[in-house]
């Protein structure tokens, strides 16, 4: 694509935000779509969340395992016998629901649970696909790191250590990437062009920095320097490490790629710069060089744990 291209969205999917509140006592409980401008009741919330996640999750299942079918209904699809009798869809199908859901659940704080005015198709699939599923691993890995600070609190284990050192490594990642989805989906809902290069800017540094950190792992690390004195046990966790962080960078980098038609998507609001289209890149150049010298700073402090945070 070229770099000076602007990419034109695809018709919203949302109605306006008045249109969509004077619909809501006819709405229905929500199954399968977002109402823009709606809050549900204090009790029944959880019930239409679980619902919408329940049917966003076998539109993301069918769409990634069977785009053959791309032309069909969401629900004309989850009829088909090789889906609906197909036991690794549903082992599938059972944890992506909860990542879906606790992820909306997630940006429930931040006011970013709900779909937006005007929002299209490419930006949905981004906020749900992308943000809320991967978010709400990230809380619950937040949140169990929490519990363990807690933990060696009472018991004084808290210091210079390295457990002290891998739960701080942790921390800062998870939550520094839900802090990141949370910036990216507030530029989608914004519409600020400056703000939603400056986030693909985080995620191609980020991505780049996870490349980069693996082949210097496979190379400069510890882990191969006594591969053949090392059990054939030894070597198959070795090799599921390598292949669970190879795992991780790839899917970054595929986050990368969905993201990308973003990059140009919202110029037509810099056209009072006149040309001065330095202005908006050099933050993200910036904030890029920024994330490879914190990524550098947590690799080399501890390698080891860095990974254990994304892979674990």
Known sequence: MDMNETTTLDEPLTEPAEDAAAKAETAGDGVGGEEVGCCSG??????????WASEASHEMMIDWMCPCLEGEDSKEKAQRWFIMLNPFYWLCWAPLMFCVLSGKWTHWWFGQSEGFEGETKLEREVRIQWVYTCDGPMMLA???DLYYVVY?????????NNDTLSLAISMLLSGGYILGNVQLAQAMQDRNPSNIK???????AFATGLGTALVWGWFAGEDFDNWDDESSYAQWIVVIEYSMRAVVVIFVLL???????LFHAYDDKLEHLDGAHYTVLLPVVFVML???????????ANYDDFWSALTR
Do not use: H, K, Q
Not at 42 to 51: E, G, L, T, Y
Not at 255 to 261: L, Q, T
């Open 142 to 144: 937040f949140l169990a």
């Open 42 to 51: 204090a009790f029944d919330f959880i019930s239409r969340d679980v619902n």
């Open 152 to 160: 060696y609190l009472e018991y004084g284990d808290i210091g210079l």
């Open 290 to 300: 920024l994330i490879w010298t914190v990524l550098c700073l947590l690799i080399f």
């Open 198 to 204: 400056v986030m693909i800017g985080c995620n191609l």
């Open 255 to 261: 986050a990368c790629y969905i993201y990308w038609p």
